[in-house]
């Protein structure tokens, strides 16, 4: 006789769900990565990522270097684990000084309205237009190398993007009742902007900053891999494919597939975090979900 086990629908997980879960997965691994390598090479278990072999040679994948070494006796194991580092410092500093810009623009923009909204669409469309990379390589020119200035290089392409999002919800929302109820009763501007319309306009934000962050990491590698990203002395995925690009022909596909492979990884865990934040913070989506179950 068989038994059966009706499973719960209001714990079935959708498809969006589960690729939720695994990008959440994949994110949480590479922070994990980012917090504890510099812990990891203490105890021994991590070679330093900056000293290379006694006899520079290359070595394939193996017991004593995991993922093989360059053609410069750098370990790739080592230097893949702490490029994570590297990416997300600069990736969270990117988005985060975008974010700091862009929202309060966007919402004194939206709110205002008149000359100082026209002027700040000019500048934001202005910028918008401009391809990411092409305009961080600009900046890192100017700027030069370095974990704040390759943050800043970075952030100046995602302030449109917020400022955009919060100005368009900000325009919505400053018609409804409860503002106009708080303009009558002559609370002032900053009181408007900061407790009534921020906290309406703010639910789209966590999805914008998931999806820069993986954008942001495809631009920094492309900055590392032009050499205008971080000093060379700190292990950058794009840095490493750079120089891994003249040992290919010879056979050392290590070298490169590791550090495009992590950065690979770390963009897709990312961009599935944002696509799950989209659907549970979409009302549409979230009807649709609950009628299904």
């Known amino acids: 006789m068989t038994i059966s086990i009706p499973f719960p629908r209001r714990f079935r997980l959708t498809l969006s769900q589960s690729l939720t879960i695994i990008g959440l997965i994949i994110t949480l691994t590479f922070i994990a990565i980012a917090l504890f390598a510099s812990g990891l090479q203490d105890i021994g278990w991590l070679q330093d990522p900056l000293e290379a072999l006694a006899n520079p040679i290359h070595e394939a994948p193996g017991a004593k270097h995991w993922f093989g070494t360059t053609r410069q006796g750098y370990d790739v194991f080592s230097r893949t684990l702490y490029g994570t580092q590297a990416a997300l410092k600069v990736v969270v500093l990117a988005t985060t000084i975008s974010l700091i810009l862009g929202v309060p623009l966007g919402l004194v923009s939206g709110y205002l309205g008149g000359k100082i909204d026209k002027v700040l669409i000019f500048f934001m469309d202005t910028i918008y237009t401009l391809p990411g990379l092409l305009l961080s390589v600009t900046l890192a020119f100017v700027v030069g190398k370095g974990v ?50 921020f906290f309406n306009v703010i639910q789209s934000v966590p999805v914008l900053f998931t999806l820069n962050a993986a954008d942001a990491i495809l631009i920094l590698g492309g900055l590392g891999f032009l050499g205008l990203g971080l000093p060379p002395e700190v292990p950058e995925w794009g840095h490493d494919l750079r120089l891994a690009l003249d040992a290919l022909p010879t056979g050392i596909w290590w070298s490169a597939t590791f550090p495009g492979l992590a950065m690979t990884l770390m963009v897709t865990g990312l961009s599935l975090v944002g696509e799950g934040l989209g659907d549970l913070l979409n009302p549409g989506t979230r009807n649709l979900r609950s009628r299904n179950t």
């Open 148 to 197: 704040l200035n390759a943050a800043l290089a970075l952030s100046i392409a995602y302030v449109p993007q917020y400022y955009r999002i919060v100005r368009n919800h900000t325009t919505s929302v400053k018609t409804e009742l409860f503002i106009e109820a708080a303009q009558a009763m002559g609370a002032p501007t900053s009181r408007i902007l900061s407790r009534y319309l």
